[in-house]
């Protein structure tokens, strides 16, 4: 890492940066699982930033589960993305596309739980034509980005509070890209691994057509950290 120099974009915030340049290197395997990091020191003087920047791209790192602390011995590396990523994002957007699912956990989770207590026969008959979309998609070629997006804008327009719908809507660019990227990972996996994405999205419209509140929570929860995960870890579902 000694011999590298931050490649400075005017647009993106310098942690976001250093993070996908150290993302950059744990993906190509310069960086393996279990290897140490450079010290702080170390990483400000290779990439010419300051410690502040530095700490806020490993506590990213960190909280996106990529690397780990052990205490007195120093960062190491936990878990290795799929090489195919750079190929589908520029790795210093997977920082802002990981916060993106963060707060659709938060927002989605609540509006499953509302869609199971509040949804019309309307609505779920849409949820169910949006999962329907969705699995034919699964079985054709194509990655059907538009078709998820489309049932988890179902679920949210159940809720019975048009704000849900609002704010997805706001987001819908960056969910649309981060479903893409995770649908594209999916895509070139396994077919289980196909199989148990769209079993996610089952138990989301079971739980909701069933009344059952925190069971759609969770499974909204569940299905969105487990996207999450299939993003920045190549073994979860392989």
Known sequence: MSDLK??????????DQLYGQILKQIISGTLKEGDKLPSENQICRAFTVSRPTVRE??????????????????????????????????V????????????RSALEGRAAALAARRRTPEQMRQISEALAVLR??????????????DFHRAVAQAS???????????LGAAIQGGMTIALSLTRAGSRDRARRVLEE????????EQGDADGADLAMRHHLGRARQRVIDKQRDA
Do not use: W
């Open 6 to 15: 931050l490649v400075r974009h005017q647009r993106e915030r310098l942690g």
């Open 92 to 103: 210093s957007d997977v920082a802002a596309m990981l916060r993106c699912f963060e707060v």
């Open 201 to 208: 999205h089952e138990a989301i419209a079971e739980a909701i």
């Open 57 to 90: 791209a490993l506590m990213r790192l960190h909280a996106d589960g990529l690397v780990t602390t052990r205490q007195g011995s120093g960062t190491f590396v936990r878990k290795r993305p799929s090489d195919k990523l750079p190929h589908l994002t520029s």
């Open 136 to 149: 034919a998609g699964f079985e054709g070629e194509a990655v059907p980005a538009r078709a998820d997006y």
């Open 160 to 170: 019975g509070n048009a704000l849900f719908a609002d704010v997805l809507e706001m």
